[in-house]
Nanobody, 124 residues
Framework: EVKLVESGGDLVQPGGSLRLSCAASGFTLSDYYIGWFRQAPGKGLEWVSTLSRDGSRAYYEDSVQDRFFISRDHAKNTAYLQMNSLKSEDTALYYC?????????????????RGQGTQVTVSS
């Protein structure tokens, strides 16, 4: 069974950090681009970041540039999203997704697989 499972979401104070994990099973994650998306209450799904298959190219949405860092561990078949200097506007349900092509990377509907999400709440 193909599955992506996110973890690491939590309640954190503004300025804090979290690391989200995305564990893949049933397929080889290194064959896919990895994307992170988020959905805030009452809003649509927003692209956050994408990492190439070999990890050499990372792309970020402007509001998270230099605060969030995407990475992957092929041996563990897992991807990560390190989130620093968190703000209240980062509060959302975060999803990871896998895409087998290097196009349309900001479109969640183009991804082949998506997890169920992990909740990140930034609040004092």
């Amino acid at each position: 069974e193909v599955k992506l499972v996110e973890s690491g979401g939590d309640l954190v104070q503004p300025g804090g950090s979290l690391r989200l994990s995305c564990a893949a099973s049933g397929f080889t994650l290194s064959d896919y681009y990895i994307g992170w998306f988020r959905q805030a209450p009452g809003k649509g799904l927003e692209w956050v970041s994408t990492l190439s298959r070999d990890g050499s190219r990372a792309y970020y949405e402007d509001s998270v540039q230099d605060r969030f860092f995407i990475s992957r561990d092929h041996a563990k078949n897992t991807a990560y999203l390190q989130m620093n200097s968190l703000k209240s506007e980062d509060t959302a349900l975060y999803y990871c997704a896998a895409r087998n092509e290097g196009t349309w990377l900001r479109d969640p509907e183009k991804y082949n697989y998506r997890g169920q999400g992990t909740q990140v709440t930034v609040s004092s």
